[in-house]
Nanobody
Framework: QVQLAESGGGSVQAGGSLRLSCAAS????????VGWFRQAPGKEREGVANIYRVFGYTGYADSVKGRFTISQDSAKNTVYLQMNNLKPEDTAMYYC????????????????????WGQGTQVTVSS
């Protein structure tokens, strides 16, 4: 199975930036979609961004469009989430996840489609 580990979280003031990393022990063709999700205390886990790692198709939640960018480094088996202009409402535990998708196009934004999950990294935005 694919093992995922997030890093790069921390505390930052509103308007600041962070880059999260999701390192995988192994990527295979059976896990061709990688997504970033977040969950604040008392709230449901929601999709933030995703990438189809074969062709680089990406998708974003409306709340982060123009501020967050998902990318990958295939040689390092790592997916990144560049987070700019952070807002207090971005405060949450951030998770990366992966699943197998057939066909072409963007990956699903729904957490129910993802099978493999990391342990999460905390992002806290003040002010």
């Amino acid at each position: 199975q694919v093992q995922l580990a997030e890093s790069g979280g921390g505390s930052v003031q509103a308007g600041g930036s962070l880059r999260l990393s999701c390192a995988a022990s192994a990527y295979t063709s059976s896990r061709n979609c990688v997504g970033w999700f977040r969950q604040a205390p008392g709230k449901e886990r929601e999709g933030v961004a995703n990438i189809y790692r074969v062709f680089g198709y990406t998708g974003y939640a409306d709340s982060v469009k123009g501020r967050f960018t998902i990318s990958q480094d295939s040689a390092k088996n790592t997916v990144y989430l560049q987070m700019n202009n952070l807002k207090p409402e971005d405060t949450a535990m951030y998770y990366c996840a992966a699943y197998q998708r057939a066909g072409i196009g963007a990956c699903s934004i729904s957490k129910d489609r993802y099978n493999d999950w990391g342990q999460g990294t905390q992002v806290t935005v003040s002010s």
